[in-house]
């Protein structure tokens, strides 16, 4: 659905995007994650035709996103991350307006509008000025404004800014649970790890303008992760001195600490079975054994502190 090759853009003397490459396929929830000023506004803007590549290419459903950016508009619905509506204008009066924009005759407007604020949950705001709206109010009225054109592709640059906890749950649910119902391919950049590790179905780490890694979290993790030492959280009794020596010297254990009710093992992926069998076989009772479970928030780490030099 959205294909990047080669893409450069410069600004003066700074590169924003540096040589990025990236296909996103159809009904797939992309997370952009990188730190501010990392080049994400600038990948959108392009593919909205908003903004010239140095050089490269964008294409959104076939279509080149410099040179039809008509085209591409017309399927493409974009959640900045302060979306601004008319003081004096009405949650169901704006919804209306930017359907009739896209063609949509009132009447049809008129009901996809009402439609829409019930899913968003504004319907008891739908008669309410938007400058009494909270910012959560005021981003899911965006979300309505963006839907009601019926888009095949949803961009979201840091759409839960300002948004309450609860409200943002509640937000990156409702994306989800669109995405999933209308098969639309959705791109939401962020810098917010956990927001994106919980609606996404692939990420890409942008830092400095370049993409760093793409794909899902366990694969990345796996890539990255695989073949290092890792810890497992073992609770069992009793735990006796010649339990914690059997385990140290088992060939794929490196460390072995006592843990209140237990013991922390740091060895290879592999150890759990052989960690699992010595605990029984030595009498002892086995209640849990777990290995550490890398996360977004390792993986970004890993590239973000290590920047470029992790190409």
Same mark, same amino acid.
């Given at each position: 659905?959205?294909?990047?090759?080669?893409?450069?853009?410069?600004?003066?003397?700074?590169?924003?995007?540096?040589?990025?490459? @990236?296909?996103?396929?159809?009904?797939?929830?992309? &997370? @952009?994650? !990188?730190?501010?000023?990392?080049?994400?506004?600038?990948?959108?803007?392009?593919?909205?035709?908003?903004?010239?590549?140095?050089?490269?290419?964008?294409?959104?459903?076939?279509?080149?996103?410099?040179?039809?950016?008509?085209?591409?508009?017309?399927?493409?619905?974009?959640?900045?991350?302060?979306? &601004? $509506?008319?003081?004096?204008?009405?949650?169901?009066?704006? @919804?209306?307006?930017?359907?009739?924009?896209?063609? #949509?005759?009132?009447?049809?407007? =008129?009901?996809?509008?009402?439609?829409?604020?019930?899913?968003?949950?504004?319907?008891?705001?739908?008669?309410?000025?938007?400058?009494?709206?909270?910012? !959560?109010?005021?981003?899911?009225?965006? @979300?309505?404004?963006?839907?009601?054109?019926?888009?095949?592709?949803?961009?979201?640059?840091?759409?839960?800014?300002? #948004?309450?906890?609860?409200? =943002?749950?509640? $937000?990156?649910?409702?994306?989800?649970?669109?995405?999933?119902?209308?098969?639309?391919?959705?791109?939401?950049?962020?810098?917010?790890?956990?927001?994106?590790?919980?609606?996404?179905?692939?990420?890409?780490?942008?830092?400095? &303008?370049?993409?760093?890694?793409?794909?899902?979290? *366990?694969?990345?993790?796996?890539?990255? $992760?695989?073949?290092?030492?890792?810890?497992?959280?073992?609770?069992?009794?009793?735990?006796?001195?010649?339990?914690?020596?059997?385990?140290?010297?088992?060939?794929?254990?490196?460390?072995?600490?006592?843990?209140?009710?237990?013991?922390?093992?740091?060895?290879?992926?592999?150890?759990?079975? *052989?960690?699992?069998?010595?605990?029984?076989?030595?009498?002892?009772?086995?209640?849990?054994?777990?290995?550490?479970?890398?996360?977004?928030?390792?993986?970004?780490?890993?590239? $973000?502190?290590?920047?470029?030099?992790?190409?």
């Amino acid at each position: 659905m959205i294909e990047i090759k080669d893409l450069v853009k410069d600004y003066d003397s700074t590169r924003a995007v540096d040589h990025l490459n @990236l296909t996103i396929g159809k009904g797939e929830i992309f &997370g @952009l994650l !990188g730190p501010n000023g990392a080049g994400k506004t600038t990948i959108i803007l392009t593919l909205l035709g908003l903004s010239e590549p140095t050089s490269g290419s964008v294409t959104v459903n076939g279509w080149n996103a410099t040179s039809e950016p008509i085209r591409v508009k017309k399927i493409t619905g974009y959640l900045p991350d302060d979306v &601004g $509506f008319s003081e004096n204008s009405i949650g169901l009066q704006s @919804l209306v307006y930017t359907a009739m924009l896209n063609g #949509i005759p009132r009447e049809k407007a =008129i009901e996809s509008a009402r439609e829409l604020l019930e899913i968003v949950g504004l319907q008891d705001a739908a008669d309410q000025k938007t400058k009494t709206y909270s910012k !959560g109010m005021t981003q899911r009225l965006g @979300l309505a404004d963006v839907l009601i054109k019926e888009p095949q592709i949803m961009i979201l640059d840091e759409p839960t800014i300002g #948004i309450d906890p609860r409200g =943002i749950h509640d $937000f990156l649910d409702l994306i989800r649970k669109l995405s999933k119902e209308k098969g639309m391919t959705v791109l939401l950049s962020s810098h917010l790890l956990h927001q994106v590790q919980k609606i996404c179905d692939r990420v890409g780490i942008l830092v400095s &303008g370049k993409l760093l890694a793409e794909g899902n979290v *366990h694969d990345l993790a796996d890539k990255l $992760f695989g073949a290092r030492e890792t810890s497992f959280t073992v609770v069992a009794d009793p735990v006796t001195d010649e339990l914690i020596h059997k385990l140290q010297e088992l060939p794929s254990v490196t460390d072995v600490k006592k843990n209140g009710t237990g013991f922390i093992v740091t060895g290879s992926k592999v150890a759990a079975p *052989h960690i699992s069998q010595t605990v029984v076989q030595s009498g002892a009772k086995l209640y849990r054994i777990s290995g550490k479970e890398y996360g977004l928030d390792d993986i970004y780490q890993h590239y $973000f502190e290590g920047g470029v030099n992790h190409v």
